[in-house]
């Protein structure tokens, strides 16, 4: 079985900060790792993904993230926060040929002016 | 425009009642899911459905639940007899591409108020 824990339900920055958002996942097999955004009233939308290859993944908006299997970890971050990253994030695993995604408790991030 | 689009928005129904939430893809892909997510809760995967038929699907999904793409185009979910711990945001999804990757387009939900 697959999960991962995002730790820290709420994350709070100033805008022009750095915003680090925490994942680490559990997996018997090579994960497929995901970052999924949220806006309100919205459905959720891909930010970046991990399957194979280059560890540190870039995405939308600025965002990346890294994988770390010694610390099976997916941390997402992005160096300067702006106001429109306001949302709830998402982490999520799978793994080849599985149909269906775990997702995390999710992480909501305000920003503040 | 969309890539998911999901009806009905918001449905309030009463306990024991049918209700079906459909879900247009638009174009034309293999790979569907149904996902749901209690308020304040994880999402959580309900059913897989690959080239019309059910691949996955998790014990949630249990004999009140079905899945079907009637007329090649509208994806469904029927819920026979609702519960109160049916009260959630449902989210379709389907893949990107043409194989299951997990990278998925969402529709904006359809938020389910069981009374």
């Known amino acids: 079985a697959q999960s991962v824990t995002q730790l820290g339900s709420h994350v709070s920055v100033s805008e022009g900060a750095l915003v680090l958002l925490r994942c680490n996942y559990s997996?018997?097999?090579?994960?497929?790792l995901f970052w999924y955004v949220q806006y309100p009233n919205q459905g959720l939308q891909l930010l970046l993904k991990y399957t194979t290859g280059a560890t540190l993944v870039k995405g939308i908006n600025g965002f990346e993230a890294e994988f770390k299997k010694s610390e099976t970890s997916f941390h997402l971050t992005k160096p300067s926060a702006h106001m429109s990253d306001a949302a709830e994030y998402f982490c999520?695993?799978?793994?080849?040929?599985?149909?269906?995604?775990?997702f995390g408790a999710g992480t909501t991030v305000t920003v503040r002016a | 425009e969309p890539e998911v689009t999901q009806t009905p928005s918001h449905q309030v129904t009463q306990m024991g009642q049918e209700v079906i939430l459909r879900c247009v893809p638009i174009?034309?892909?293999?790979?569907f899911y149904w996902y749901r997510q209690i308020l304040g809760q994880k999402v959580e995967f309900l059913v897989s459905f690959y080239n019309n038929e059910i691949s996955e699907k998790s014990e949630i999904f249990d004999d009140q639940f079905s899945v079907e793409r009637p007329d090649g185009s509208n994806f469904t979910l029927k819920i026979r007899s609702t519960k109160l711990e049916d009260s959630a945001m449902y989210f379709c999804a389907r893949e990107q591409g043409d194989r299951n990757t997990g990278e998925l387009f969402f529709g904006e939900g359809s938020r389910l108020t069981v009374l």
């Open positions: 174009s034309n892909h293999l790979y």
């Open positions: 999520a695993v799978t793994r080849v040929n599985d149909y269906k995604l775990s």
């Open positions: 997996s018997s097999v090579p994960p497929y």
